[in-house]
DNA sequence: CCTATCTTGAACTGAACAGTCCAAGATGTG
DNA sequence: CACATCTTGGACTGTTCAGTTCAAGATAGG
């Protein structure tokens, strides 16, 4: 059992992502990441360090993971705001709908955690959601919208898409899931409408 | 130091909810919670049971408190349902900006550890979103705006009061928060307006 | 002032925790 | 086949956890 690295590194961290963000930071002991990812205590501080630096890793992972496919959807609906938000919700609503990952969202969760979190934590957690809000103001900075708009408008959806990890822990329903989003889009619509 | 109670039940009621809303559950240990309501933990047990009653009960205690807050919102615009949604958000708004209790909000935190809670406990924040939507539906089921309408609404200003928990525990500014909410009620009178 | 009653603080228990260590043994090289 | 190298599993350490126990002593009633 020796000599080379016996395991898939990026398997193994999509299992720790999936049981932080199942489980959160505290309640996912060492058992569980060992019990999740196959590999034993040893292994994991080898390979990873601590459950800090693992932990850390899963949230990079799952920013960057995510990241790309909101990012991919809001250039999908190049030069079309409504499209491009549009997908953007999409990404989230289906992952949602998707029954091999949890409900939520990691770095929700772990901006909730911030008062107990290792400051590096929670210092991603807050980069990624301003990440985020970059990404939506670029989107929605066009000439259909004034530049406040794009940044207020951009601040609520990243608000309204954090909202939904929430209610999908509160088991709402996918249709109600779908109304949260639809009412902010009725929103942006009608700003866009009201220059364009 | 005996015979009697030596401490206000309503007082350490609170010191504890504040305990829990701020750290969350998994990271409140009994010397946490005897640090902050100065009692020890045998008082702690014999006269609230385990850390789950305990958790359970701030928890009532939470959701009654701010839920009154809401209802005495909603109905302060009665008849006026632009006036009542408002003054429903300035609850949580002024709520996180007060420096005496934590950001975020119980429920919410709650709800997003509902997979690692007791399912008591994870049952009562799932109800405790469930009345705030019903309390919404209420004051916004007016001849201004359709059934329906009033039920969608209702969906989407819970999740977008409990955006605010996410994004002010994510250091989002006051400012932010308030471009949060007013885009939704830009939706909302919108619809109201269409009809009436 | 005496006694039964009740709260309290501190010590205790067994379990779970994060993190460390090392012998066993599989691997690749020569 | 032999040896040096590196991963691995499991045992170990010290700490912290939730929950229990109980003697010390304060209180209230007679």
Redesign the pocket.
Known sequence: ???????DVDIVLDAAMVQFWRAGYAD?????LSRATG?????I???FG???SLYLRCLNRYAVRYGDRYEQALSSGAGEPLRAIQAFFEVTLQRIADPDVPDGCLVAQTAMATPVLSPAIATRAIEAVGLQRARLRTALNTAELAEGDAENYATHIVAVNQSLAVMSRARASQKQLRTIVDISMSALSQALHSRG
Chains 1, 2 share one sequence.
């Not at 059992?1 to 395991?7: D, E, L, N």
């Not at 996912?28 to 569980?32: H, Q």
């Open positions: 059992m020796a000599g080379k690295k016996q395991f996912t002991s060492l058992d569980d590999l034993n205590r040893s292994s501080y080898s390979s601590d459950k800090d």
